[in-house]
């Protein structure tokens, strides 16, 4: 997987590749990529929870303690299903081939034993090269491929797999092939053999390789790319091929003629692994996107109730990303967002509050009901915003056991306390 590995445009993936193992499955988290980061606990209890809610998973966490490696390696053998995710590619090879846990997950593939899963910096150490993500990115070291795990090189796959192929994140700088950036990757390009090639994967989007059929599917929104020597071949979504096509690409015997359909699609089954592009989750910045243009429309209908629904779709979704492994993807942005509307929200009360009573009627009850679901859903902070600016506004706000109810009161009195 590229990225979005436990956010909700995967969860359809995880949830079709675990119904194949049967009812509850052996299922181990590998904490080693991010074993280093000393909030290691917490984002593993967020691992757990999205596998258990969202995908009904029940999981264990493989520690990266390196004091039991025996254990762990017996675990990875058994389990029916293994995942690993984000945090340093580098750091989890290094206690990998210490702890020949690469050998163990090797072993899973040629035996094309239950279903593993690596994703963000865990599938950058799926090849024979590997990429230094944090040394070269935010340390500012030399571009060096590293000796990956080269998994897939039991299938006859010699390639250097990159994972956020097309990340965005740079705005107005290259931040494309895991934040590498094109003058980089073409460095590193040519120090790759001949037969080898780069395997790219976007951004919410993930290569299934099937080893009972030998086919090869490209799931979710994006592409997933072959590259040799600055040629680029994009494999669409919905795309399935035969795992000795994905190797004619990689070994360069492939057609190279049209890019965007060199590789055709076989098939597209309605069932099975895998979805059409249209038919995936979006992403947290599209979520943000939609919610705030629902929001601008509502704001120039007058539609009180309209704009509620916005800000509480948006607070909905931020609560569903927020078990998302990844470091930062986003979410103070959205959240930056949803207090701007709020605070328009605010602005539009202030002005109506210097209105006759009729007009109150119709803006503040919505608000009302709006500080009521931020407060059932936990978001206290921003319920108490709008408690106190309905109150510097001349609305009263008190909350009874009933619900809660509002008066008008001089402007700028304060508030009774809130029970």
């Known amino acids: 997987m590229g990225s979005g590995e436990t956010s909700p445009t995967m969860v359809t993936l995880h949830r079709e590749l675990v119904a194949h193992l049967g009812p509850e499955p052996d299922a181990v988290i590998l904490e080693t990529p991010y074993g280093f980061q000393v909030n290691r606990d917490a984002i593993s209890a967020g691992a757990r929870a999205y596998f258990r809610h969202s995908v009904g998973l029940s999981t264990e966490v493989a520690p990266d303690t390196g004091t039991d490696a025996d254990g762990v390696r017996d675990q990875l053998r058994r389990a029916d299903w293994v995942f690993a995710g984000p945090g340093s590619p580098s750091y989890a090879l290094g206690r990998w081939h210490a702890q020949r846990v690469g050998e163990i997950l090797c072993e899973r593939v040629r035996r094309a034993y239950g279903v593993t899963v690596l994703a963000s910096a865990a599938a950058c150490t799926v090849g024979f090269a590997a990429l230094p993500v944090y040394e070269v990115y935010k340390a500012g070291h030399p571009p060096v491929w590293l000796d990956g795990l080269d998994l897939l090189g039991a299938l006859g796959l010699p390639v250097a797999v990159i994972p956020h192929y097309d990340n965005a994140e740079g705005g107005t700088h290259d931040t494309r092939y895991c934040y590498l950036g094109e003058p980089r990757l073409a460095v590193l390009e040519r120090e790759l053999p001949d037969e080898s090639a780069v395997l790219g994967i976007d951004e919410h989007t993930g ?21 040799r020597r600055g040629v680029s071949v994009p494999v669409p979504a919905g795309t399935v091929l035969p795992l000795d096509q994905l190797r004619d690409l990689v ?169």
């Open 207 to 227: 290569l299934v390789v099937d080893l009972d059929t030998s086919l090869a599917r490209v799931w979710g929104r994006g592409v997933v790319t072959v590259r």
């Open 251 to 419: 070994s360069g015997q492939g057609s190279r003629s049209t890019a965007p359909g060199a590789v055709p699609v076989p098939r597209h089954p309605s069932g099975g692994l895998g979805e059409s592009p249209a038919s995936s989750p979006v992403t947290l910045q599209e979520a943000v996107a939609a919610s705030e243009s629902r929001f601008d429309r509502a704001l120039a209908a007058r539609d009180a109730e309209a704009m509620v629904a916005a800000i509480l779709d948006l607070e909905a979704v931020i609560a569903a990303w927020g078990a998302d492994m990844e470091e930062d993807q986003g979410g103070e942005w959205a959240r930056t967002v949803l207090r701007g509307m709020i605070r328009r929200c605010v602005r539009l009360v202030q002005r109506g509050l210097d209105e006759p009573d009729a007009t109150l009627e119709r803006i503040v009850p919505p608000l009302i009901g709006l500080r009521g679901q931020l407060r059932t859903r936990g978001a206290y902070e921003a319920a108490d915003r709008l408690r106190d600016a309905l109150a510097a506004g001349g609305v009263s706000v008190h909350d009874t056991q009933g619900g809660s109810e509002w008066h008008r009161t001089q402007k700028g009195a304060a508030a009774p306390s809130p029970e």
